[in-house]
């Protein structure tokens, strides 16, 4: 007997800019599920946010078109009932040391608890680990080059914004 059920996962998060550490999660998740959705969180308390939910929504169609599997949406309230209303089975979350494995961890235990939902922590690639939206951000403010961290368009964004907050 063959299954027709889709496995689809969420991958949650600011992305405020999509950088390449977040891509590897995206990517990897792509070779295990059949669809990745790429969540953004629009009731973020996150302070400093750089650009819209729906900048951000374009910025991560584009740079992970490559995946046909991949798409975004925004949601509102708690990660477990998006997650039940678009039908996932669970979340892919990505950890690049201790610390983000400390914050992650009991999110995941409270989500499973109130729902069942199960979370995937994947460790970050090496290379990516030092990476984080926030950095991008603050070393694009100062002036330094982001084109290594994040894709080409979203660098150009980036920049771009940076001008426009500087002529403030």
Known sequence: MTSTATSRVVCPGS????????????????RMFDEVVVSIGANSTKPSQMFTVEERLAMIT????????????????LLVDHCAEIGALGVVKGLRSATDFDYELPMAHLNRQMSGLETILLPTAQEWSAVSSTMVREISRFGGDISALVPPTVAEQVTARVRVEGQR
């Open 62 to 77: 584009e740079v992970c078109a490559r995946w046909p599997q991949v798409r975004a949406v925004s949601f509102t309230g």
């Open 15 to 30: 992305f405020d800019p999509i950088t390449h550490g977040h891509l590897d999660i995206i990517g990897r998740a792509t």
